[in-house]
């Protein structure tokens, strides 16, 4: 079955750097892919919508300075979370949909961030 | 916001089918209904999904009223392993957007 790759599962870095999470289609291709955050207890929130060949677009309240996107091929989606401060620690997860309408979107496994 | 709405949490007995409801009352006749759950610190894993009929595979069944504004996703004999929070998603039509609501907090009890 269709399969989305996210990497890397985890990552610690000190507070100033910037970290990049890549999204890969394994399987297929995708012309959208989507970023999501998660904080403990709480639900996925939006943040993006990364598409093939042009800009992302963000969901309300999302610094687009802050998480760069790139979506520079049909399988690669990456998010970079620049000069990341601790309360940018969370749950990084993205999906992508099927091409064919009313399929699925798959989901990778997501990327734990911790910023000390 | 979201667009559906789910009770916060339930218990169900191992071994006995678990009955997770969803409300969807703002659906389009075009969209489907789409179901995943979430095992802790992984991602969401991909259940099942309708239009208008039943549908049943490997996993679950959903069961979706004939008006569509609300869905049951049955577990016929849950597990131990089918401890999770169970999202319904109405995809935002026409833009492929999951916007994900509070989920159901499922634990199967031994």
């Known amino acids: 079955g269709a399969v989305v790759s996210q990497h890397p599962s985890w990552v610690i870095c000190k507070s100033g750097t910037s970290v990049k999470i890549e999204c890969r289609s394994l399987?297929?291709?995708?012309?959208?892919m989507f970023w999501y955050r998660q904080f403990p207890k709480q639900s996925l929130m939006l943040m993006a919508t990364?598409?093939?060949?042009?800009?992302?677009?963000?969901e309300q309240g999302v610094e687009k300075d802050k998480f760069l996107i790139n979506h520079a091929s049909l399988t690669l989606s990456t998010l970079t979370v620049t000069s990341a401060h601790p309360e940018d620690s969370s749950f990084y997860i993205c999906s992508a949909p099927l091409p064919e309408w009313g399929q699925p979107q798959h989901f990778g496994d997501g990327t734990r961030l911790s910023i000390l | 916001d979201a667009k559906t709405t789910q009770p916060t949490s339930m218990d169900c007995a191992e071994g006995r089918a678990a009955n997770l409801p969803c409300n969807h009352s703002?659906?389009?006749?075009?969209?489907?209904v789409y179901w995943y759950r979430q095992i802790h610190s992984q991602g969401p894993q991909y259940i099942i999904h309708?239009?208008?009929n039943n549908e049943t595979n490997e996993m679950a069944s959903l069961i979706i009223t004939e008006d569509r504004k609300s869905s049951t996703l049955i577990l016929p004999h849950a597990t131990l392993r089918d401890t999770a929070v169970y999202y319904c998603i109405e995809e935002e039509a026409g833009t492929y957007k999951y916007i994900f609501g509070t989920g159901t907090r499922l634990k199967v009890l031994a």
């Open positions: 309708g239009l208008k």
């Open positions: 703002t659906i389009s006749g075009n969209e489907y």
């Open positions: 399987d297929f291709q995708a012309t959208t």
């Open positions: 990364s598409n093939e060949g042009s800009k992302a677009t963000y």
